[in-house]
């Protein structure tokens, strides 16, 4: 299985401040049709995880411009700037590349 | 618009099968590339993908269930389903539903005795 691995666990930060999360995987998530099925949730408490980033870099429909997605190969990251009271909540990545799908363990965004 | 629920029978005892149903809305699960799958959170914990059925009927499970795993699904009703058996105490948590973009809001299973 691909092993993903996100730090930090958590993360506080000031409103309006600026903060990433790192996530690695164990392999390339480079699928052989050449995406990269790497994706980006929040998960607000009480709620389903909401979709933020798709395939590394593009934004989901509503998402705003404060979140962005790089990274290539096994090396990924989630920025997050300009922070809101509504951002705060736990933030996974996910790989559907090679199955079996696998998210990494979380990180949980406070505010200081 | 996207949506998908979760329906199930939310307690069950040790070493029956569960049964899910998902019904969506807003797209087709025969529309080429669709694909719908299952994934559970057990309380306070992280998320487990379990399952993914593709819109040309291709099923995909996670093996550390070993073999527990059926999904299936109804094209015609816009519904997916899943089966798990022998469950357990372990297996406590909620399923959702989901396409990679859009999630269902979830459905509580309990297993206790």
């Known amino acids: 299985d691909v092993v993903m691995t996100q730090t930090p666990v958590s993360l506080s930060v000031s409103l309006g401040g600026q903060t990433s999360i790192s996530c690695r995987s164990s392999q390339s998530l480079v699928h052989s049709d050449g995406n990269t099925y790497l994706y980006w949730y929040l998960q607000k408490p009480g709620q389903s995880p909401q979709l933020l980033i798709y395939k590394v870099s593009n934004r989901f429909s509503g998402v705003p411009d404060r979140f962005s997605g790089s990274g290539s190969g096994t090396d990924f990251t989630l920025k997050i700037s300009r922070v809101e009271p509504e951002d705060l909540g736990v933030y996974y990545c996910?790989?559907?590349?090679?199955?079996?799908?696998?998210f990494g363990g979380g990180t949980k965004l406070e505010l200081k | 618009q996207v949506t998908l629920k979760e329906s199930g029978p939310g307690i069950l005892q040790p070493s029956q099968t569960l049964s899910l149903t998902c019904s969506f809305s807003g797209f087709s699960l025969s529309t080429y590339g669709m694909c719908v799958g299952w994934i559970r959170q057990s309380s306070g914990k992280g998320l487990e993908w379990l399952a993914n059925?593709?819109?040309?009927?291709?099923?995909y499970y996670n093996p550390s269930l070993k073999n527990r795993l059926t999904i299936s699904k109804d094209t015609s009703n816009n519904q997916a389903f899943l089966k798990i058996t022998n469950m357990d105490t372990a297996d406590t948590a909620t399923y959702y539903c989901?396409?990679?973009?859009?999630w269902g809001q979830g459905v509580m299973v309990t297993v206790s005795s």
């Open positions: 059925i593709w819109w040309n009927d291709d099923k």
């Open positions: 996910y790989q559907g590349t090679h199955y079996p799908w696998t």
């Open positions: 989901a396409r990679p973009d859009y």
